[in-house]
């Protein structure tokens, strides 16, 4: 859920709008985003957002941000292409001013002046930002890795950085992902010859499983797959979403009739198909679970296939890996993974990418970012250790919700927010309440009680039994005569009640509720959810 403010005097420029996928599914919320209303107070300062790169923790958000604060957006043309595809879900396109820039252009937005300086990472097309505002240059890297040999595009423009950095970088906001790696990271050309083997050595079908989003992956895939005489069948839709924009924009290059249609796919012999697949961190809705599970129309996993997983695990689909992977098994595929096999590399800095990094842009102050609180810290004590120059007094630790203020004098925080996350339904996109995450959350530890009344409309008295039902209350079953006894209860109660509190029937439902609370707390120890309803008849 990346997501930052720039401010000077008052002018105020975003960078990046991402969502976030909760490690731990709250509740049936698998989409997180930024909660914007932060942002309220400065809502005559804004002016631009910038986006670093495409990835869903950096642009997920965007239509978000956008229908509260429409303001124009920058960055790169396989950025914005992405960007696109999602706005149009959205029917917001039209609405929504995006600038393309490249690297090395530098736009004016105001007192800011915002260089883009060319990145490497897992994604291509990516920047880190200059961002020069009247008290200093602040860069921030964006995600980055410091790649040699990219396979597509060039490497990390460490010269134009060097440039700012010569000429004074006030505080370099840096990525720390992989801030507890040690070394440098793989070029992205690493795992060419671990996918050169599989290549020779696979005599029967190929599935290879990443995400769609590792452009530099799926380049390789395609040109070993045409070296080694396999015609390329793209499966998922974000896969061929993706595959279709880096190719139209000339960033994928796919030789002449390499890509097939599954169709066609099925008409060939097994070592004439290598399948490109969505789904390696074990998605239920993804191609490759799908496939697994004969879920998958026109196509299934068998015996004598070959599946690779060229993906990290991202932390909390460990479970769900494990999952596909027994499906798999099950289906007598032969499986290969990261970690028997180098088929995947980090498109983040390691140690020593970051070393690079800092000794560049020589920054005043070094504030580590992305990465949960473990990584900042390690990003910190590891350019202590390793860079000179670099102490407890120059780099500075922040969190969500915190105002760092920098000036001539020093950087400090100056305010702590305690920010809450946004959650998204991901079948309609709409914003999911907090308050309604939180009654999710209680039905699910304490389940629900409900207690419907009828009430002779002209009286104002009890027609027949309060009817009492239960789901998921632990110590309850419908055979211990809990029931009976509530309902026993309730009739008392609602006895001995005046008809003008009846007669007002949000006064008679908060005492029904409360009269059946405190029964049900005398009987168990669970709290569960109480819903009274009222018929008239
Ligand atoms: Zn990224």
Redesign the pocket.
């Known amino acids: 859920m990346n997501c930052m403010g720039i401010r000077y005097g008052d002018e105020m420029i975003i960078v990046d709008a991402g969502m976030g996928f909760p490690e731990e599914t709250p509740y049936g919320v698998d989409i997180s985003i930024p909660n914007f209303d932060f942002l309220e107070e400065y809502r005559d300062d804004l002016t631009a957002l910038i986006l670093t790169?495409g990835?869903e923790?950096?642009v997920g958000a965007l239509a978000y941000i956008l229908k509260k604060y429409n303001l124009p957006v920058y960055g790169s043309r396989f950025t914005l292409a992405l960007a696109e595809k999602r706005l149009e879900e959205f029917r917001m396109l039209d609405d929504v001013l995006l600038h393309r820039v490249q690297a090395n252009d530098i736009i004016e937005i105001g007192n800011f002046k915002v260089g883009f300086i060319h990145a490497s990472?897992?994604?291509v097309d990516?920047f880190s930002l200059a961002i020069e505002t009247p008290i200093g240059t602040i860069i921030h890297t964006g995600?980055y890795k410091i790649d040699d040999t990219p396979v597509i595009g060039k490497p990390y423009d460490l010269d134009t950085l060097r440039g700012y950095g010569d000429r004074g970088v006030l505080a370099l906001l840096a990525d720390s992902t992989n801030a507890t790696v040690p070394g440098r990271t793989p070029s992205e050309q690493a795992v060419i010859p671990a996918f050169r083997e599989i290549f020779e050595e696979t005599t029967g079908r190929l599935f290879v499983a990443t995400f769609s989003s590792s452009i530099h992956r799926l380049q390789i895939i395609f040109d070993l797959a045409h070296e080694y005489g396999r015609k390329v069948c793209v499966l998922g839709r974000s896969m061929q979403k993706n595959v279709e924009i880096a190719e139209e924009q000339g960033l994928i290059k796919v030789g002449h009739g390499t890509m097939i249609s599954m169709g066609d796919a099925r008409a060939l012999d097994d070592d004439e198909v290598c399948y490109l697949v969505t789904g390696s961190q074990g998605e239920n809705r993804a191609a490759l679970w799908n496939m697994a599970t004969s879920t998958y129309k026109g196509m299934e996993i068998d015996k004598g296939d070959t599946v690779v997983l060229s993906a990290r695990i991202i932390p909390g689909n460990e479970k769900n890996i494990s999952r596909l992977i027994g499906h798999l098994y099950k289906r007598g595929a032969n499986i290969i993974e990261e970690k028997r096999r180098l088929v995947h590399v980090s498109?983040h800095a390691s140690q020593e990418d970051i070393k690079i990094m800092v000794e560049t842009a020589r920054p005043k102050y070094l504030i580590p970012i992305h990465g949960e609180y473990r990584m900042l810290f390690r990003h910190k004590e590891y350019v202590k250790n390793h860079v000179a120059g670099y102490s407890d007094d120059n780099i500075v630790l922040i969190e969500n919700g915190d105002l760092l203020e920098l000036d001539e004098f020093g950087a400090r925080v100056v305010e702590k927010h305690d920010l809450h996350k946004t959650f998204i339904d991901e079948e309609s996109m709409g914003e999911i309440e907090y308050d309604v995450v939180r009654e999710r959350k209680k039905l699910a530890y304490g389940g629900a009680i409900s207690l419907v009344v009828m009430i002779d409309k002209k009286t104002h008295q009890i027609a027949g039994e309060p009817q009492i039902t239960f789901q998921g209350v632990a110590g309850l079953d419908s055979t211990n005569g809990f029931a009976a006894e509530a309902r026993e209860a309730i009739s008392e109660a609602i006895a001995e009640m005046k008809v003008a509190q009846i007669a007002d029937k949000t006064v008679f439902k908060e005492n029904l509720r409360i009269h059946l609370k405190r029964f049900v707390q005398k009987e168990i120890q669970s709290k569960p959810v109480i819903v009274t309803t009222i018929v008239e008849v």
């Open positions: 790169h990835h923790d950096h990472h897992s994604l990516c995600d498109g």
